[in-house]
């Protein structure tokens, strides 16, 4: 696997804990508002970051998704 794949993987699984949600949740989530081409486009820059920085990016991703 990938590097970039790895990291998906890592920020599926922290968020799923970090919202308290199951793994279908935030597949369905990431799905819907594209959140995991997100991640692989922003991949040298956000794997350079923390695991909260992370969470709070993809919170605002989504936000910003669910207002267009």
Known sequence: MSKEGTFLIFCIEEYKF????TGKQVIDLFQRYRVSEYIMSCFEALHTTGTNY???DIDLYID???AS
């Not at 970090?18 to 949600?21: F, P, T």
């Open 54 to 56: 992370i969470i709070e």
């Open 18 to 21: 970090a919202k308290n949600l």
């Open 64 to 66: 910003a998704r669910k």
